[in-house]
């Protein structure tokens, strides 16, 4: 079974306006870490924003927010006020502190496109 | 966070040849990564390297095909070796920072950018 699953392989949003990204997850641990990363086109990613299992607060990091909701193991990213430079590949991914050896889990990620 | 540097950051191979790719970071840590990000897929794990110790690698991955060095706590390196097409692909270096008496869980993994291979 997939650990992370995002079910938009691509989003379209226009100029200014707030985007939701899909993920959810698959975990038996009760201590885990979710992760979102930006690859623009030029390949590197770029760590945006992390969200703990015990974490009651949502995380928040400038125009990114995660929306957690653990009972629904979900973590979906929202972008608010979008720009033209957000326009990349988006990977969710998680953190077992138990299973999988450790290792950060990725999604197949969502491309994200924004219109002018 | 960390700030990583990876060499080469793109470069077009033949085939049967071999490529050692650098991956330098702008301060000690205990663990590196590698992964290899095939076009239009995610990041797949490749080998952990240790300092001081044999790197542990993934299901799928042989140390003859991938072999790993790190010197030291700042400074690893990557071959692909006897390069075929299927190994066209984007390798990325990463290293973990963490908070002090935080989870495990909660180390942020930080990408260098990348090296984009093609190979003919």
């Known amino acids: 079974a997939q650990k992370i699953t995002q079910t938009q392989p691509g989003m379209f949003v226009q100029e200014k306006e707030a985007v939701t990204l899909d993920c959810t997850y698959d975990?038996?641990?009760?201590?885990?870490?979710l992760f979102w990363y930006k690859q623009p086109s030029s390949g590197e990613m770029i760590f945006l924003i992390y969200?703990?299992?015990?974490?009651?607060q949502n995380a928040t990091e400038g125009r990114y927010s995660l929306n957690f909701q653990k009972a629904r193991k979900s973590a979906n990213l929202v972008i608010s006020a979008s720009q033209l430079g957000d326009s990349a590949m988006y990977f969710c991914a998680m953190r077992e502190l138990y299973n999988q050896g450790g290792k950060l889990i990725f999604g197949q990620g969502t491309e994200l496109s924004v219109k002018p | 966070s960390a700030v990583i540097s990876q060499k080469p950051s793109r470069d077009i191979c033949q085939r049967g040849t071999s490529l050692t790719i650098q991956c330098q970071v702008d301060?000690?840590?205990?663990?590196m990564f590698w992964y290899r990000q095939q076009p239009g897929q995610s990041l797949t794990l490749i080998a952990t390297?240790?300092?001081?110790?044999?790197?542990?690698?993934e299901s799928g991955f042989v140390i003859d095909k991938f072999p790993i060095s790190r010197p030291n706590l700042t400074f690893s390196t990557l071959t692909v070796s006897n390069m075929s097409p299927e190994d066209s692909s984007i390798y990325l270096c990463?290293?973990?920072?963490?908070?002090?008496?935080?989870?495990?869980?909660?180390?942020?993994?930080?990408f260098g950018a990348g090296t984009r291979l093609s190979v003919l």
């Open positions: 969200q703990g299992s015990y974490d009651e």
């Open positions: 390297a240790n300092q001081g110790s044999e790197a542990t690698y």
């Open positions: 301060s000690q840590v205990t663990m």
């Open positions: 975990t038996s641990d009760q201590s885990y870490g």
């Open positions: 990463s290293v973990e920072k963490g908070l002090a008496g935080g989870f495990w869980s909660e180390n942020i993994q930080y």
